[in-house]
């Protein structure tokens, strides 16, 4: 039978019309998805550096009886850094622990003999449960933000970032914990926070506010020094409209409050405390435009540090309420970044965070069960 519409005159135009018109679809789907890739590629890659800079953090909440704190807390992103599966160790008993830290603080005690590495109130004490089951720190610390006995648990400030946030090992296999205390001293609650520390036996780092510091709270940071603990710095004021005007970093005035911290500090504890570990009140993650200062203070050799995990106690009235709830919500932070080895803990130490106070000890509790041992920030 003669196919009389393929001898219409206009058949071949059209099919070569159709088929071109086929090419170009089948080009333009190609071009949207190459367009599609690129644009992907770029946003991971920036959410990636992000993360790497610790900028990548979840939303917080305000402060606690300031309502116009940024955010403080964490929540849920694309996770970053190692996931090894926690540990089931259990604390070791008494006896265990005891010998344990007999020979750690034999250890400690020889190591900072040697060390040329000056302190600002000498060779000092430790925190003589730093560790968990058998390990047994050998960080090697050379800062002068805590005393000589505390340098075998005392890590950089940029490793710690790296461990934080790329899963970097701090200590080799190891799972350090740094608990952080924001916003003293003060005369009504830091001398509780530094005895339940040391009946737990484990070191903190405490980031300063300058006009918290003064002869009256001398003593607080006189023990800090002595019993093992890192010293930090956290601005002068906290005035957040005098740092970030318009919520854009001002450099002059961040240069200016850490030089005006540091100077009170080391006129109160002596000249040779140097203090390069620098937390921005609100965080990191709050401000616009904080490049400038970030690397003024580098020049320096100082360095920011955010945090990897929250007990809540800055999320208002919204936050953790039991010790209970704010361990959870510790080990809920630290799940959100992937579980790495390194965790650093964003808590307060003022007065009216009592809860925190009383959460301490299920705190150290619950990352001990996770095998982590506790160290200082430097």
Same mark, same amino acid.
């Given at each position: 039978?003669?196919?009389?519409?393929?001898? *219409?005159?206009?058949?071949?135009?059209?099919?070569?019309?159709?088929?071109?018109?086929?090419?170009?679809?089948?080009?333009?789907?190609?071009?949207?998805?190459?367009?599609?890739?690129?644009?992907m590629?770029?946003?991971?890659?920036?959410?990636?550096?992000?993360?790497?800079?610790?900028?990548?953090?979840?939303?917080?909440?305000?402060?606690?009886?300031?309502?116009?704190?940024?955010?403080?807390?964490?929540?849920?992103?694309?996770?970053?850094?190692?996931?090894p599966?926690?540990?089931?160790?259990?604390?070791?008993?008494?006896?265990?622990?005891?010998?344990?830290?007999?020979?750690?603080?034999?250890?400690?005690?020889?190591?900072?003999?040697?060390?040329?590495?000056?302190?600002?109130? +000498?060779?000092?004490?430790?925190?003589?449960?730093?560790?968990?089951?058998?390990?047994?720190?050998?960080?090697?610390?050379?800062?002068?933000?805590?005393?000589?006995?505390?340098?075998?648990?005392?890590?950089?400030?940029?490793?710690?970032?790296?461990?934080?946030?790329?899963g970097?090992?701090?200590?080799?296999?190891?799972?350090?914990?740094?608990?952080?205390?924001?916003?003293?001293?003060?005369?009504?609650s830091?001398?509780?926070?530094?005895?339940?520390?040391?009946?737990?036996?484990?070191?903190?780092t405490?980031?300063?506010?300058?006009?918290?510091?003064?002869?009256k709270t001398?003593?607080?940071?006189?023990?800090m020094?002595?019993? +093992?603990?890192?010293?930090?710095?956290?601005?002068?004021?906290?005035?957040?409209?005098?740092?970030?005007?318009?919520r854009?970093?001002?450099?002059?005035h961040?240069?200016?409050?850490?030089?005006?911290?540091?100077?009170?500090?080391?006129?109160?504890?002596?000249?040779?405390?140097q203090?390069?570990?620098?937390r921005?009140?609100?965080? *990191?993650m709050?401000?616009?435009?904080?490049?400038?200062?970030?690397?003024?203070l580098?020049?320096?050799?100082? *360095?920011?540090?955010?945090?990897?995990?929250?007990?809540?106690?800055?999320?208002?009235?919204?936050?953790?309420?039991?010790?209970?709830?704010?361990?959870?919500?510790v080990?809920?932070?630290?799940?959100a970044?992937?579980?790495?080895?390194?965790?650093?803990?964003?808590? *307060?130490?003022?007065?009216?965070?009592?809860?925190?106070?009383?959460?301490?000890p299920?705190?150290?509790?619950?990352?001990?069960?996770?095998?982590f041992?506790?160290?200082i920030?430097?």
């Amino acid at each position: 039978m003669t196919n009389h519409f393929q001898e *219409h005159p206009d058949f071949h135009q059209r099919r070569a019309e159709a088929r071109k018109k086929a090419q170009q679809r089948r080009l333009l789907a190609f071009l949207v998805i190459v367009v599609f890739a690129i644009a992907m590629g770029i946003f991971i890659g920036y959410r990636l550096r992000s993360v790497k800079e610790g900028r990548l953090v979840p939303p917080a909440q305000h402060q606690q009886g300031n309502p116009t704190d940024p955010p403080q807390s964490q929540g849920t992103f694309s996770p970053v850094g190692t996931n090894p599966e926690s540990s089931t160790q259990e604390t070791p008993n008494e006896s265990d622990q005891s010998g344990q830290d007999q020979d750690l603080s034999q250890g400690q005690s020889d190591q900072a003999s040697g060390s040329e590495t000056p302190a600002a109130t +000498g060779k000092g004490k430790i925190q003589p449960k730093a560790n968990t089951g058998d390990v047994v720190q050998n960080a090697q610390g050379k800062g002068t933000n805590h005393n000589k006995a505390a340098s075998v648990y005392a890590y950089p400030i940029m490793a710690v970032k790296e461990a934080m946030y790329e899963g970097k090992p701090l200590a080799g296999d190891k799972k350090i914990a740094f608990l952080t205390f924001d916003d003293g001293p003060s005369s009504e609650s830091t001398g509780e926070l530094l005895d339940i520390l040391a009946k737990e036996g484990v070191p903190a780092t405490f980031f300063l506010v300058g006009k918290t510091m003064s002869e009256k709270t001398l003593p607080f940071l006189k023990r800090m020094m002595d019993e +093992g603990h890192g010293l930090a710095l956290h601005s002068f004021s906290h005035d957040y409209s005098y740092l970030y005007p318009g919520r854009s970093a001002n450099k002059d005035h961040i240069l200016e409050e850490y030089d005006k911290c540091h100077d009170l500090l080391k006129s109160l504890l002596g000249q040779d405390v140097q203090v390069n570990v620098w937390r921005y009140p609100g965080g *990191h993650m709050s401000w616009k435009n904080l490049d400038g200062a970030d690397k003024a203070l580098a020049d320096r050799g100082v *360095h920011w540090i955010d945090w990897n995990s929250t007990n809540g106690d800055a999320s208002g009235k919204g936050g953790p309420k039991t010790p209970q709830a704010q361990a959870d919500k510790v080990i809920e932070g630290w799940t959100a970044y992937g579980k790495p080895n390194c965790i650093t803990v964003l808590m *307060h130490d003022t007065p009216n965070k009592e809860v925190t106070r009383q959460s301490i000890p299920l705190i150290v509790e619950t990352l001990r069960k996770e095998g982590f041992s506790f160290g200082i920030i430097e």
